[in-house]
């Protein structure tokens, strides 16, 4: 079983959720310290060390990296995915917040 570890980045997200759409979230992150390899899609391009898994009805994306040798998923960002908007889609934020070095 794998250890779950967030990022300060999704744990603020999260916490700004409403706790319905929260909780379906942190359900999914559950699911992650089972088979993290299996759950989720891994990333293309420069976002390839990562993965990402769909939860609340298709909306929200959960980005992870597992971490094999500490035997950890690690949460990196959660957000919406909103195709085409380069502000506010998950994936161009985490393009930015590793440019930035917000995420370890």
């Keep these: 079983m794998y250890t779950?570890?967030?990022?300060?980045?999704?744990?603020?997200?999260?916490?700004?959720l409403e706790p319905q759409a929260r909780q379906h979230v942190v359900e999914k992150?559950?699911?992650?310290?089972?088979?993290?390899?299996?759950?989720?899609?891994?990333?293309?391009?420069?976002?390839?060390?990562?993965r990402s898994v769909r939860s609340v009805g298709q909306r929200y994306r959960i980005i992870y990296q597992v971490r094999e040798k500490q035997v950890e998923v690690l949460v990196v960002a959660v957000g919406l995915r909103r195709d085409g908007d380069r502000k506010r889609d998950i994936y161009q934020l985490?393009?930015?917040?590793?440019?930035?070095?917000?995420?370890?």
């Design 29 to 50: 992150i559950e699911v992650l310290r089972h088979e993290p390899l299996k759950v989720g899609k891994q990333l293309k391009g420069n976002l390839q060390d990562y």
């Design 94 to 104: 985490l393009q930015k917040y590793l440019r930035l070095g917000l995420i370890e």
């Design 4 to 16: 779950i570890r967030l990022t300060q980045v999704a744990a603020d997200f999260i916490q700004s």
